[in-house]
């Protein structure tokens, strides 16, 4: 895999790696930061003085933690979303006539990002966020994306980041890949078997603009044990199809 030619300004590269670290350490002091990131604790301590000055992080207890204002920055960046406009009243719809969770999905910078998600009554619980980024082959939403994507960008996603086995049903050959996404691409539905997470089953459909560009995708997500038989294969994958319909016809006249 070629690395990325880099072209940005150090100091910003390095604020949002210190940003992206404080969130996977769930906050942290100044010397497990350096650590972490490989930087001079005096080079940490001054992005975090100005990260601190801005509000965007704040510190407690003699730890940094991320703050409010990146939630701000957050909602904001999803409220002008046009899919998650038009598509939530949808989404929330499913997952009350499913009974499970509802997924949305959009593709940006070769990853899947939920944009939103519905709960129905016997929804499980599951470690998954709004504002996730997560790999696109291993969801049915991700891989229902990437059946409408052209090859060349499917080509680039995969290069770049390539075919991470995250569980033991994870999809990590190309060619088996492939011919998922055909398969996908045929009956605009793409199935999830506990590829992302163990003991749990889902089924996508993509969600087309007026040019058939695919924009996004809606799930229905649940456990293994009610996602079975004709319910899975069938039912479901009818429903969400029906509403990423709904869903493609308001945002053509919204």
Do not use: W
């Not at 009956?187 to 078997?193: G, L, M, Q, T």
């Not at 969600?207 to 649940?222: E, M, P, Q, R, W």
């Not at 069938?234 to 319909?245: I, S």
């Amino acid at each position: 895999m070629t690395a990325p030619v880099k072209t940005g300004i150090q100091a910003v590269e390095r604020v949002f790696t210190i940003v992206e670290a404080l969130n996977e350490l769930d906050g942290a002091g100044v010397s497990e930061l350096s650590r972490h990131v490989d930087l001079p604790k005096s080079t940490v301590h001054n992005h975090l003085q100005t990260l601190e000055s801005t509000e965007y992080i704040v510190r407690r207890d003699g730890e940094y933690r991320t703050g409010l204002k990146f939630l701000q920055t957050g909602e904001i960046a999803r409220n002008q979303h046009k899919l998650y406009q038009v598509a939530r009243s949808e989404v929330d719809k499913l997952a009350e006539k499913t009974g499970d969770i509802s997924g949305l999905m959009t593709e940006e910078h070769g990853r899947g990002v939920f944009i939103y998600r519905g709960r129905g009554p016997e929804a499980a619980r599951i470690d998954t966020h709004i504002g996730d980024r997560i790999p696109l082959h291993c969801t049915a939403l991700g891989k229902i994306i990437m059946a409408f994507l052209p090859d060349d960008r499917v080509e680039e996603i995969l290069d770049t980041h390539g075919l991470q086995e995250v569980t033991h049903n994870t999809i990590t050959d190309r060619d088996r890949l492939y011919e998922e996404l055909e398969a996908a691409r045929e009956r605009k539905i793409a199935f999830d078997d506990e590829e992302r997470l163990n003991g749990l089953r889902s089924v996508a459909a993509p969600i087309l603009d007026s040019s058939s560009t695919v924009i996004g995708a809606i799930s229905v997500a649940g456990p293994t044990h009610r996602m079975q038989g004709e319910r899975f294969r069938t039912e479901l994958p009818d429903q969400a199809l029906g509403v990423a319909n709904i869903i493609e016809l308001n945002i053509q006249h919204s």
